[in-house]
Each structure stands twice: as structure tokens, then as C-alpha cells.
């Protein structure tokens, strides 16, 4: 059975990418495997750019973002592990993707899912630099809010 945490790795990888190797972000930031922000506490941030990641290890970093990710969001909602599971999801892939200082700036939206009134949630996603930065993926989350709205 599929578990909150596979569906959220399946949508992240697709949503992220996964790379092997160590690259820059469009930031030109230090990046591995799905997203993982590569510090200076990491092994791998003192080696060039390319160089080869172990599969366990991008597991590794998966696990450790996920944790702070969903830990994050939980600072947000008061309710959420008693949340719908797709907003859990949307948020979660969200949260992922901003971090929680500019997450946290989506005042209106988060207020909306606290409410209950996910169209609104997703009309306050697309009113968004994120939504302009990230159109493809803004454009998936925010469709299947709505469809949470209208179910």
C-alpha cells in the first residue's frame, strides 16, 4: 500500500528531478539528488560540481528534507495531520519547493486551507511570483486544490 510518504517521493522527483550528481540550481546553489540544498555540513559540498551520489545517500537527504518539511508544515496548521491528505500533499510539495520563511508569506492561502475554502486557497496559489516562477508545477498544485474545493 502507498503510503503519504511514497506519493509525496513520487510527485517531489517528478516536481524536483532527481540527479545522481552534484549541480547548481537555477540559483546556481550547490543541489543533489531531489532538490537537496547541499550544505556545508554535507560531505559532498567541497567537491566539484558532478561528481557522483550514491542512490542511499540521496534516500538519506530525502528523508532528512521530508522530516524538516512536513515538521515545517506542521508549524503552519495546527490540524495537520488531521488535514485532507491531497491539501497535505499540495502543501507539503509546496513547502518543499519555497521553504518555510517564504511559505509562511502565503498568508491568505494558508488562511484559506485553514478554512476549509480550498478554491480560494488555489486562486490566492496562482496570485502568486511563485506561480510565475514555477508555472508548470503552480499550475498542477493549484488544479488539484481547486478539485479539492470542488469535491
Known amino acids: 500500500m502507498e503510503t503519504f ?13 532527481c540527479k545522481y550528481v552534484t549541480y547548481l540550481d537555477h540559483l546556481g546553489l550547490l543541489t543533489g539528488g531531489i532538490g537537496h540544498l547541499i550544505k556545508g555540513t554535507d560531505e559532498e559540498f567541497n567537491k566539484p560540481i558532478g561528481t557522483s551520489i550514491a542512490g542511499n545517500r540521496v534516500m538519506e537527504w530525502f528523508e532528512q528534507d521530508i522530516k524538516i518539511t512536513i ?9 495537520w495531520d488531521y488535514m485532507n491528505e491531497e491539501v ?4 507539503c510539495n509546496m513547502m518543499f519547493n519555497l521553504g518555510y520563511p517564504r511559505y509562511s508569506k502565503f498568508k491568505k492561502m494558508i ?15 496562482k ?8 508555472t508548470n508545477r503552480a499550475d498542477r498544485l493549484i488544479s488539484r486544490m481547486r478539485a479539492v474545493g470542488l469535491s
Do not use: P
Open 5 to 17: 510518504i511514497d506519493r509525496l517521493h513520487d510527485e517531489l522527483k517528478t516536481d524536483e528531478g
Open 71 to 79: 515538521d515545517d508544515c506542521r508549524k503552519v496548521y495546527d490540524d
Open 88 to 91: 497535505r500533499l499540495i502543501c
Open 111 to 125: 488562511q484559506a486551507v485553514k478554512d476549509g475554502d480550498h478554491l480560494e486557497a488555489g486562486n490566492q496559489m
Open 127 to 134: 496570485d502568486s511570483r511563485w506561480h510565475k516562477q514555477v
